[in-house]
């Protein structure tokens, strides 16, 4: 009979280290460590616990780590075998990263050959690192193209269509956001990678020459008065007043949007007031791509005392990824699944629907080399649409050329 009960450690920063107890005896029941940052043991902690009661054989403890530095305490723990079997809730872009820092192991052999099939498409290849898979996918996140049905009541198909003062990208004044640019971006056909024949993103920067080129002159030519000003706090006002027609943004504003806001009018009202569209087509008519998020569950390299559990581990992640359980997620917790089954029976929901028909991604790279590209791309890209460049195409160029140099550096 089973003994432990899963224990869900809410860690303060001097306690991070602190070492867990259970009840049953090793010999009875074999342990499994499971980092996450808050939100997502908020999210996954009731389906793991409906797990570890029916696993008699395994007492599962969640510890809480900060989201924004839990890959940097993972790189320190490991070494010591002081890491968990598994790192929840990790956005996939870490991928890369965390394998160089060898904190990560393959799990290919612990997928069966059709597995990719339960899926949507590129969520598991997300997890995917220099032909190994790391982890599998809980649920996924991308922008769309929002409309405001009052002020706009056709989708918008063209994005010659939109005018001046209608659209709304939250972007910084010092290193823009090429996640939320990379749709228009991408209307040029001007990848921030290529891709290799297997579909995977290679490291060499392929939003170079003349598409590149051509971007980066209309980004210019449209500049602050067709995206509106960096920074702007009244954003999310504009969109429910009507000010702006069109935000592009994603699932993370719906509450912000369908409640309303202080000093705004009431909330919309989804397929009423308010419709999540896909892009409209560039200005030759080519069909945009967003960056497909996901976050998921990956297998560490060494759990505590130097050996991962890679037997429990692997049943647990399997039955996080499962249909019913990411069906769970969505229903409670709003999550889109990535799981393709547990999708369609969540587009009952208007919003989820929304984003999913909205969808034209290819899963964001998890190379290290993002790290690098972020910055670099964006300091470049918030200078020409603010006018800082009179020659937009010339400093594309060197920006692509500096990023270039830069992840050969990482090699």
């Not at 067709?226 to 702006?244: E, V, Y």
């Not at 008519?285 to 581990?313: C, D, E, H, W």
Request: with cysteine; charged share 20%.
């Amino acid at each position: 009979m089973k003994l432990g009960k899963i224990a869900a450690v809410i860690a303060s920063a001097a306690l991070l280290t602190t070492t867990l107890t259970v009840a049953s005896p090793a010999s009875a029941v074999q342990n499994l460590v499971v980092w996450a940052d808050k939100g997502t043991i908020d999210t996954i902690k009731t389906r793991v616990q409906a797990w570890d009661t029916a696993n008699a054989d395994y007492t599962v403890a969640l510890v809480q780590k900060d989201f924004s530095t839990v890959r940097d305490a993972l790189k320190v723990a490991v070494p010591k075998g002081q890491g968990p079997d598994i790192l929840a809730g990790a956005a996939h872009d870490w991928v890369g990263n965390l394998v160089k820092a060898n904190v990560l192991l393959p799990i290919d052999a612990q997928l069966p050959a059709n597995f990719k099939d339960d899926f949507i498409n590129g969520a598991l290849q997300a997890m995917k690192y220099n032909g190994h898979y790391y982890g599998v996918p809980g649920w996924t996140e991308n922008i769309a193209f929002l409309r405001n049905v009052k002020v706009a009541k056709t989708k918008v198909t063209s994005i010659n269509q939109v005018k001046n003062g209608e659209i709304g990208i939250n972007y910084s004044a010092t290193t823009s956001d090429p996640y939320h640019f990379y749709p228009f971006q991408t209307m040029f056909d001007a990848p921030v990678f290529t891709m290799d024949s297997g579909g995977d993103w290679t490291e060499t920067v392929g939003m170079g020459g003349t598409k590149g080129a051509n971007f980066a002159k209309w980004l210019k030519t449209k500049g602050t008065a067709f995206f509106g000003k960096p920074a702007d706090a009244k954003i999310l006002c504009n969109f429910l007043n009507g000010k702006i027609k069109y935000w592009v943004t994603g699932a993370w504003n719906i509450n912000a949007i369908e409640s309303g806001a202080s000093g705004c009018k009431k909330g919309l009202v989804i397929n009423s007031t308010y419709s999540i569209d896909s892009f409209p087509k560039g200005p030759t008519g080519i069909t945009p791509k967003q960056f497909l998020g996901i976050r998921g569950y990956l297998m560490v390299a060494s759990g505590p005392n130097n050996t991962t559990n890679v037997a429990g581990a692997t049943l647990l992640m399997r039955y996080m990824s499962s249909e019913a359980t990411q069906y769970s997620l969505y229903d409670n917790f709003n999550k889109t699944p990535a799981n393709k089954a547990a999708l369609a029976r969540a587009k009952d929901n208007p919003v989820i629907k929304g984003f999913a028909d909205a969808a034209n991604t290819v899963p964001m790279p998890n190379s290290p080399a993002m790290d690098a590209a972020w910055v670099i791309w964006g300091k470049a890209q918030t200078r020409i649409i603010q006018g800082k460049e009179a020659k937009p195409d010339k400093a594309w160029d060197t920006m692509t050329k500096a990023l270039q140099a830069a992840i050969n550096k990482l090699n």
